[in-house]
């Protein structure tokens, strides 16, 4: 807070950021790395050599002059560029573009692992997730373009620095002169990146909203909603508005770029070089000059001109590019809150949860110090799934139901049985032992659980049963009870490829496409196929039709007898059968007891289960 | 398959012509919507080449000759600082039409642009979503429609000024000596590398775009929220990783495939034009004025000059010449998608009928339907007539139909046999817009936009006084103290991607606010594709109270899995494998004692018992 106009980084730390991303790519394929050097070093060196060629060219046309040197001096040329071109075009169009994809692969992969140890409660605060998580999107892009930059930027200040020396001793006014005139287009060009990064600052919501409505009409989610209604319309005006907008940005902005671009082209560019051509012209009428010295200035003096405005672009680069890396590194610095302990996970005998409480502490996370001054951090989610003071127990082969409104922290429970997320308050006791203390990814594997919102991976249905792990040999049997538990085995047989059947038609025409209630079945059959002692659904039939329910039901009751399940439902249809049923209401424990002290109590559950079951009784009687 | 290929082999080599006509449709637009924008562009172009010239060719021989016939100084000093005022009072108009004028007119020609494709993409049937060829080009078209426009423009531009600097260079160079033409024009034929490379670097691109997806498949499972549950449970992210290094394996063989003979064109246009032409000429030239001398025919020291440099001019003139003619090829292909999905024949068409707003019957003749790509009727024969104010409850297991056959009702698709008509008379006669806006629906995967709650109730622009409606609209979904105790109220905008003050809402209360939408329509069919199954029981039963009251008089079909509703209902359908396997009361259901009562009870049992349901 204190620093919160920290955007102006320091050169210090551009210099480091950048060294700290190439010393990654050294590492990650020493060979680009390599190569980068020698294409900047070596291409500087010829392209300033080549320069001095055609100086010494001109320098030597003369009528009778010795035309066997400038045959010589053409046959040099020829020879080098016939080498240096084959180089030119191996490494360009052979070897670059191999190792470029190694370097993204390399550091994606890196990324993805380190994305993956993050807390989930990482993905739940906005903040964090825009600036760290999202932000990494980008890291490997950003690795080549500092590469490329670096590469060029050598080649650059080699080859520029080259021809102003050869111009120092040819004419030292006109070296003098460009000399300046780097200077100061430096200057400006740091003014207008400036005056850019501004602009984007204001433009960005523009075009993250332009975004928006063009996902809107490109994906498929949206389609149907769109052609029964006037949304249409309405995001057209916005669309338009928005237009609008960007332009009112980009022509503010202009008339600012206007007044820099007339002082850099006219002044510093058309203006140097006229004065410059009157001077040369001034020099060869006193007989200063030749001829081709005359011409050789002014082709030397072009090179320059690019080489410099070239340089200069690629150096303002550096400091966005710190700015990315600054995200990398804090993102690899990042230790996740959610430790592994060491023991390892015995049989599953007890579960007790004392007197837990939670909250997301997003404060906790690390924010990223380089936003802009008028930055505001995005809304967080007030803490309406938090947990309070929460004491229950179970033990193996019990079964119970948690059920509540929306809302009343049941998914945040889960969240913490499965160690998704530390209580910030009690302890979560395995078989008496914190919880905290085990081997996270063991335990982890000791729990099945099937998510409320569970997700469908775009592979096998194999491999989504066994959670990525398949192996034919050892685990058909194993998939095919599971699928066939959690009733899905009549979709099963109309599948050509049977359990190998892709998932979505995404990367396989040959896919298939499931329905809300199909996937559902495949994220039960995952609990399933686990054969863990302990098992949590949450929400496990939303999807599914009455007789699928009814039979997901039965098989649970049957094939679960000495497991231990907790179900979270507001069916209160599939909660019934419960040995115990927790009643949650904002975040507390509110009622329990079995079904039928439930119901005496006359409580809140049974108000809730009335109201339900009303339907049903009415038309029996 | 065969015919498959065929058009594809076809659309990497566009034809001249068509190349031609899509530039040129480019051309047009920007023409229509800003005149004012490309002439002064073209003009600029002009100007900008003439400038080239004068400065970099012809001025420098002014220079030269005056100072070797030894003329006076003040002369040709008074020429070049002339020539440097007009550069520099043109470049101010420049600078001032690039930074401040430009943006309004580029950014209008871009968003006509994306505007098209918008609209396209609301008359084209849903099928083209779920058919990949046809979405591939039209997410192509989506991507690039934004910047090609524009690009043909700048492209059009930088043609037009290397043109006039090559043609005047040339004129120079044809004075001076008629021979060095030949240097100017042999890099021509070197274009036809150029050409090649780029054929080859378009079909490298084409080939990985799957690959492109698969690994953005792969960030996304590791990078979004939504997944990372899942991901830290299994061993999943182990399958994904490798999923990703399998993407490099395949891309290396792409580039692997191509890189060589890619390389090799490339070689071979770099020695043509700098080694052959450029050292050529110099060669040539030199030996005209060294040896032959200007008194014999040959060149003078000066014209000799000017030829080594410029040159290097029309080398480059020419070198991005050849790349600016490909560019012209490379929109020609981006468009070609563009045009392809504008041109594109939505296949459902509409006719002029307007649905009464009383509504009417909606009959289903004998319907199969069969999505393309699939191998089985996901309908089979389906017959029945919804009523003017006749509630149907649709049940039946997953992927028993219920959700297609609400789809084609709607005509997002077309039935593959039978027909549907409305008062007799087939869907296809009636005028599409007054046809959809006659459904009130809420979809099992509706959507919620990022906009305010009233317009993603209205879905539609609001007029005045039009809040009262929304309200009660609200009210009835049991949604509306939840949005009323919002700061802004029914204007919070949903989701707070692009709105500080937005909010969040959970799935169930998305939910609510679709419903709101079906009442505040007021249209006669209602369509409910499992209105429930994200709230909880009491919003549940609060939501079929109110339901009920809003459809009074309309028709309405409703998808649900919880049977309780369907005794809501004037009359059940129960779907199976594609066909109605029940069809009647709920009651006449019942007493037929068939699959639905079986259902019923088994539902009814988890809640009341068996003992009530056997006796019952």
Same mark, same amino acid.
């Given at each position: 807070?204190?620093?919160?106009?920290?955007?102006?980084?320091?050169?210090?730390?551009?210099?480091?950021?950048?060294?700290?991303?190439?010393?990654?790519?050294?590492?990650?394929?020493?060979?680009?790395?390599?190569?980068?050097?020698?294409?900047?070093?070596?291409?500087?060196?010829?392209?300033?050599?080549?320069?001095?060629?055609?100086?010494?060219?001109?320098?030597?046309?003369?009528?009778?002059?010795?035309?066997?040197?400038?045959?010589?001096?053409?046959? #040099?040329?020829?020879?080098?560029?016939?080498?240096?071109?084959?180089?030119?075009?191996?490494?360009?169009?052979?070897?670059?573009?191999?190792?470029?994809?190694?370097?993204?692969?390399? =550091?994606?992969?890196? /990324?993805?692992?380190?994305?993956?140890?993050?807390?989930?409660?990482?993905?739940?605060?906005?903040?964090?997730?825009?600036?760290?998580?999202?932000?990494?999107?980008?890291?490997?892009?950003?690795?080549?373009?500092?590469?490329?930059?670096?590469?060029? *930027?050598?080649?650059?200040?080699?080859?520029?620095?080259?021809?102003?020396?050869?111009?120092?001793?040819?004419?030292?006014?006109?070296?003098?002169?460009?000399?300046?005139?780097?200077?100061?287009?430096?200057?400006?060009?740091?003014?207008?990146?400036?005056?850019?990064?501004?602009?984007?600052?204001?433009?960005?919501? /523009?075009?993250?909203?332009?975004?928006?409505?063009?996902?809107?009409?490109?994906?498929?989610?949206?389609?149907?909603?769109?052609?029964?209604?006037?949304?249409?319309? *309405?995001?057209?005006?916005?669309?338009?508005?928005?237009?609008?907008?960007?332009?009112?940005?980009?022509?503010?902005?202009?008339?600012?770029?206007?007044?820099?671009?007339?002082?850099?082209?006219?002044?510093?560019?058309?203006?140097? %070089?006229?004065? =410059?051509?009157?001077?040369?012209?001034?020099?060869?009428?006193?007989?200063? /000059?030749?001829?081709?010295?005359?011409?050789?200035?002014?082709?030397?003096?072009?090179?320059?001109?690019?080489?410099?405005?070239?340089?200069?672009?690629?150096?303002?680069?550096?400091?966005?590019?710190?700015?990315?890396?600054?995200?990398?590194?804090?993102?690899?610095?990042?230790?996740?809150?959610?430790?592994?302990?060491?023991?390892?996970?015995?049989?599953?005998?007890?579960?007790?949860?004392?007197?837990?409480?939670?909250?997301?502490?997003?404060?906790?996370?690390?924010?990223?110090?380089?936003?802009?001054?008028?930055?505001?951090?995005?809304?967080?989610?007030?803490?309406?799934?938090?947990?309070?003071?929460?004491?229950?127990?179970?033990?193996?082969?019990?079964?119970?139901?948690?059920?509540?409104?929306?809302?009343?922290?049941?998914?945040?429970?889960?969240?913490?049985?499965?160690?998704?997320?530390?209580?910030?308050?009690?302890?979560?006791?395995?078989?008496?032992?914190?919880?905290?203390?085990?081997?996270?990814?063991?335990?982890?594997?000791? #729990?099945?659980?099937?998510?409320?919102?569970?997700?469908?991976?775009?592979?096998?249905?194999?491999?989504?049963?066994?959670?990525?792990?398949?192996?034919?040999?050892?685990?058909?049997?194993?998939?095919?009870?599971?699928?066939?538990?959690?009733?899905?085995?009549?979709?099963?047989?109309?599948?050509?490829?049977?359990?190998?059947?892709?998932?979505?038609?995404? %990367?396989?025409?040959?896919?298939?496409?499931?329905?809300?209630?199909?996937?559902?079945?495949?994220?039960?059959?995952?609990?399933?196929?686990?054969?863990?002692?302990?098992? #949590?659904?949450?929400?496990?039939?939303?999807?599914?039709?009455?007789?699928?329910?009814?039979?997901?039901?039965?098989?649970?009751?049957?094939?679960?007898?000495?497991?231990?399940?907790?179900?979270?439902?507001?069916?209160?249809?599939?909660?019934?059968?419960?040995?115990?049923?927790?009643?949650?209401?904002?975040?507390?424990?509110?009622?329990?007891?079995?079904?039928?002290?439930?119901?005496?109590?006359?409580?809140?559950?049974?108000?809730?289960?009335?109201?339900?079951?009303?339907?049903?009784?009415?038309?029996?009687? | 398959?065969?015919?498959?290929?065929?058009?594809?082999?076809?659309?990497?080599?566009?034809?001249?012509?068509?190349?031609?006509?899509?530039?040129?449709?480019?051309?047009?637009?920007?023409?229509?919507?800003?005149?004012?924008?490309?002439?002064?562009?073209?003009?600029?172009?002009?100007?900008?080449?003439?400038?080239?010239?004068?400065?970099?060719?012809?001025?420098?021989?002014?220079?030269?000759?005056?100072?070797?016939?030894?003329?006076?100084?003040?002369?040709?000093?008074?020429?070049?600082?002339?020539?440097?005022?007009?550069?520099?009072?043109?470049?101010?108009?420049?600078?001032?039409?690039?930074?401040?004028?430009?943006?309004?007119?580029?950014?209008?020609?871009?968003?006509?642009?994306?505007?098209?494709?918008?609209?396209?993409?609301?008359?084209?049937?849903?099928?083209?979503?779920?058919?990949?060829?046809?979405?591939?080009?039209?997410?192509?078209?989506?991507?690039?429609?934004?910047?090609?426009?524009?690009?043909?423009?700048?492209?059009?531009?930088?043609?037009?000024?290397?043109?006039?600097?090559?043609?005047?260079?040339?004129?120079?160079?044809?004075?001076?000596?008629?021979?060095?033409?030949?240097?100017?024009?042999?890099?021509?034929?070197?274009?036809?590398?150029?050409?090649?490379?780029?054929?080859?670097?378009?079909?490298?691109?084409?080939?990985?775009?799957?690959?492109?997806?698969?690994?953005?498949?792969?960030?996304?499972?590791?990078?979004?929220?939504?997944?990372?549950?899942?991901?830290?449970?299994?061993?999943?992210?182990?399958?994904?990783?490798?999923?990703?290094?399998?993407?490099?394996?395949?891309?290396?063989?792409?580039?692997?495939?191509?890189?060589?003979?890619?390389?090799?064109?490339?070689?071979?246009?770099?020695?043509?034009?700098?080694?052959?032409?450029?050292?050529?000429?110099?060669?040539?030239?030199?030996?005209?004025?060294?040896?032959?001398?200007?008194?014999?025919?040959?060149?003078?020291?000066?014209?000799?000059?000017?030829?080594?440099?410029?040159?290097?001019?029309? $080398?480059?003139?020419?070198?991005?010449?050849?790349?600016?003619?490909?560019?012209?090829?490379?929109?020609?292909?981006?468009?070609?998608?563009?045009?392809?999905?504008?041109?594109? +024949?939505?296949?459902?068409?509409?006719?002029?009928?307007?649905?009464?707003?009383?509504?009417?019957?909606?009959?289903?003749?004998?319907?199969?339907?069969?999505?393309?790509?699939?191998?089985?009727?996901?309908?089979?024969?389906?017959?029945?007539?919804?009523?003017?104010?006749?509630?149907?409850?649709?049940?039946?297991?997953?992927?028993?139909?219920?959700?297609?056959?609400?789809?084609?009702?709607?005509?997002?698709?077309?039935?593959?046999?039978?027909?549907?008509?409305?008062?007799?008379?087939?869907?296809?006669?009636?005028?599409?817009?007054?046809?959809?806006?006659?459904?009130?629906?809420?979809?099992?995967?509706?959507?919620?936009?990022?906009?305010?709650?009233?317009?993603?109730?209205?879905?539609?622009?609001?007029?005045?006084? +039009?809040?009262?409606?929304?309200?009660?609209?609200?009210?009835?979904?049991?949604?509306?103290?939840?949005?009323?105790?919002? +700061?802004?109220?029914?204007?919070?905008?949903?989701?707070?991607?692009?709105?500080?003050?937005?909010?969040?809402?959970?799935?169930?209360?998305?939910?609510?606010?679709?419903?709101?939408?079906?009442?505040?329509?007021?249209?006669?069919?209602?369509?409910?594709?499992?209105?429930?199954?994200?709230?909880?029981?009491?919003?549940?039963?609060?939501?079929?109270?109110?339901?009920?009251?809003?459809?009074?008089?309309?028709?309405?079909?409703?998808? $649900?899995?919880?049977?309780?509703?369907?005794?809501?209902?004037?009359?059940?359908?129960?779907?199976?494998?594609?066909?109605?396997?029940?069809?009647?009361?709920?009651? +006449?259901?019942?007493?037929?004692?068939?699959?639905?009562?079986?259902?019923?009870?088994?539902?009814?049992?988890?809640?009341?018992?068996?003992?009530?349901? $056997?006796?019952?």
């Amino acid at each position: 807070m204190a620093d919160k106009k920290k955007i102006k980084q320091s050169i210090g730390t551009v210099f480091k950021n950048n060294i700290y991303m190439l010393k990654q790519v050294a590492h990650y394929t020493p060979g680009y790395f390599v190569f980068m050097i020698i294409e900047g070093v070596v291409w500087g060196l010829i392209n300033s050599a080549e320069a001095i060629f055609t100086f010494n060219l001109l320098n030597s046309v003369e009528y009778g002059g010795n035309f066997g040197k400038v045959v010589l001096i053409l046959g #040099i040329m020829a020879l080098f560029k016939i080498i240096t071109g084959a180089f030119d075009k191996w490494y360009w169009h052979i070897y670059n573009p191999l190792l470029k994809q190694k370097l993204h692969l390399k =550091m994606q992969a890196e /990324l993805f692992k380190k994305a993956h140890t993050l807390d989930v409660a990482c993905f739940d605060d906005p903040e964090f997730y825009n600036d760290f998580v999202w932000a990494m999107d980008q890291s490997d892009k950003r690795a080549v373009e500092v590469v490329e930059d670096t590469g060029k *930027l050598i080649n650059r200040v080699v080859a520029s620095t080259a021809l102003v020396s050869l111009m120092m001793t040819v004419s030292p006014w006109v070296a003098i002169l460009i000399l300046v005139m780097s200077v100061l287009t430096i200057v400006l060009d740091t003014m207008v990146n400036k005056l850019s990064f501004r602009q984007s600052k204001e433009n960005n919501p /523009l075009e993250r909203k332009k975004k928006y409505i063009n996902r809107v009409y490109r994906l498929a989610d949206h389609a149907k909603e769109l052609r029964i209604s006037g949304a249409d319309g *309405l995001l057209m005006d916005e669309y338009d508005q928005n237009t609008e907008k960007l332009i009112e940005v980009q022509t503010r902005y202009g008339k600012k770029y206007f007044w820099f671009g007339v002082f850099e082209w006219m002044v510093l560019g058309d203006g140097i %070089f006229f004065a =410059m051509l009157i001077y040369l012209i001034l020099q060869m009428n006193a007989g200063a /000059l030749q001829i081709g010295g005359f011409i050789a200035i002014i082709s030397v003096y072009w090179r320059i001109r690019w080489l410099l405005s070239d340089l200069i672009e690629r150096l303002t680069k550096y400091s966005l590019h710190s700015l990315f890396i600054e995200k990398y590194r804090e993102f690899f610095k990042f230790e996740p809150t959610v430790k592994s302990g060491s023991l390892p996970v015995p049989e599953f005998e007890s579960f007790e949860l004392k007197n837990v409480s939670f909250s997301y502490d997003f404060d906790a996370l690390p924010k990223y110090k380089f936003h802009d001054e008028d930055y505001v951090p995005p809304k967080k989610e007030a803490n309406r799934d938090a947990l309070k003071n929460v004491s229950l127990s179970f033990k193996k082969g019990e079964k119970l139901a948690i059920v509540g409104y929306n809302g009343a922290g049941k998914t945040t429970l889960i969240k913490l049985i499965m160690r998704l997320y530390d209580p910030t308050e009690g302890e979560i006791l395995y078989n008496g032992t914190d919880v905290r203390e085990f081997d996270v990814d063991q335990y982890r594997k000791r #729990i099945g659980a099937v998510f409320q919102d569970f997700k469908i991976f775009a592979t096998s249905i194999a491999e989504n049963v066994m959670n990525g792990e398949y192996s034919e040999s050892d685990d058909k049997e194993k998939v095919l009870n599971a699928l066939d538990m959690a009733d899905f085995s009549v979709k099963l047989d109309s599948l050509e490829d049977g359990i190998e059947t892709k998932l979505t038609r995404e %990367f396989d025409e040959k896919g298939t496409n499931l329905s809300g209630g199909e996937q559902q079945k495949i994220a039960i059959a995952r609990v399933f196929a686990s054969n863990c002692d302990m098992m #949590i659904l949450d929400e496990p039939s939303s999807a599914l039709d009455p007789n699928a329910e009814y039979r997901l039901n039965q098989a649970i009751t049957e094939k679960t007898k000495d497991k231990t399940v907790v179900f979270i439902s507001h069916r209160l249809s599939t909660t019934r059968m419960a040995d115990r049923i927790y009643m949650f209401a904002g975040g507390r424990l509110q009622e329990e007891g079995s079904h039928a002290e439930l119901m005496a109590r006359n409580g809140k559950y049974a108000e809730m289960f009335r109201l339900q079951s009303e339907k049903y009784e009415l038309t029996q009687q | 398959m065969s015919k498959k290929e065929d058009k594809k082999g076809k659309k990497k080599k566009l034809s001249f012509k068509r190349t031609v006509s899509n530039n040129l449709f480019a051309l047009k637009i920007i023409w229509k919507n800003a005149p004012f924008y490309m002439t002064v562009y073209l003009i600029s172009s002009i100007i900008y080449g003439i400038l080239d010239f004068l400065v970099g060719s012809f001025m420098l021989r002014l220079i030269v000759d005056s100072i070797s016939e030894k003329n006076e100084v003040s002369r040709i000093i008074t020429i070049v600082a002339g020539l440097g005022l007009i550069n520099i009072t043109f470049n101010f108009f420049m600078q001032w039409f690039w930074n401040v004028l430009s943006p309004r007119y580029t950014n209008r020609i871009a968003a006509h642009v994306e505007k098209m494709l918008f609209k396209k993409a609301g008359e084209v049937e849903l099928a083209c979503y779920e058919t990949p060829d046809f979405y591939d080009k039209y997410v192509k078209a989506m991507d690039e429609a934004y910047t090609r426009v524009t690009k043909v423009m700048r492209s059009l531009n930088l043609l037009i000024q290397r043109i006039v600097a090559l043609f005047s260079n040339s004129l120079l160079l044809f004075f001076i000596d008629p021979v060095l033409i030949i240097f100017g024009v042999f890099p021509l034929l070197l274009g036809i590398f150029r050409r090649k490379s780029n054929v080859l670097s378009h079909k490298i691109s084409t080939e990985q775009k799957p690959l492109n997806r698969r690994a953005e498949y792969v960030r996304r499972t590791f990078y979004l929220g939504e997944y990372a549950k899942e991901m830290r449970l299994g061993n999943m992210y182990k399958n994904m990783l490798r999923d990703l290094a399998a993407t490099y394996t395949d891309f290396k063989a792409i580039v692997k495939k191509y890189r060589v003979k890619r390389a090799l064109y490339e070689y071979f246009q770099h020695i043509g034009l700098e080694v052959i032409t450029i050292l050529g000429a110099m060669l040539y030239s030199t030996y005209s004025a060294m040896c032959v001398g200007v008194d014999n025919g040959g060149m003078s020291i000066g014209d000799c000059v000017v030829v080594l440099n410029s040159i290097g001019m029309i $080398s480059y003139c020419l070198n991005s010449l050849v790349q600016n003619v490909s560019e012209f090829g490379e929109h020609g292909l981006f468009l070609e998608d563009v045009r392809f999905f504008l041109d594109y +024949e939505p296949a459902i068409k509409w006719g002029e009928l307007t649905v009464p707003s009383e509504g009417g019957v909606l009959s289903v003749n004998n319907v199969s339907f069969r999505y393309s790509g699939s191998e089985e009727d996901t309908l089979k024969n389906v017959s029945f007539s919804l009523n003017k104010g006749e509630r149907i409850a649709l049940v039946g297991s997953n992927g028993s139909g219920k959700t297609t056959l609400v789809k084609l009702l709607m005509r997002f698709y077309d039935p593959t046999g039978g027909d549907i008509s409305l008062d007799g008379k087939p869907l296809k006669e009636y005028d599409g817009e007054s046809f959809r806006k006659s459904f009130g629906t809420v979809f099992q995967d509706f959507k919620l936009f990022s906009m305010s709650v009233k317009n993603n109730v209205l879905l539609r622009k609001s007029t005045e006084n +039009e809040d009262e409606k929304v309200v009660s609209a609200l009210k009835n979904s049991g949604i509306y103290d939840k949005v009323n105790g919002f +700061e802004k109220g029914i204007d919070t905008v949903l989701t707070r991607e692009f709105d500080d003050l937005g909010e969040n809402m959970s799935v169930g209360e998305q939910q609510k606010i679709a419903l709101a939408r079906v009442f505040v329509s007021d249209a006669p069919f209602v369509i409910l594709d499992e209105p429930s199954s994200a709230l909880d029981p009491i919003a549940e039963y609060k939501m079929f109270e109110n339901m009920m009251k809003a459809t009074e008089g309309k028709s309405v079909i409703f998808i $649900s899995h919880r049977l309780s509703a369907a005794v809501l209902s004037d009359r059940v359908i129960l779907m199976e494998n594609g066909s109605i396997a029940e069809c009647g009361t709920h009651s +006449e259901l019942m007493a037929q004692n068939g699959k639905y009562a079986s259902m019923f009870k088994k539902q009814a049992e988890s809640y009341l018992g068996s003992e009530v349901v $056997s006796h019952g």
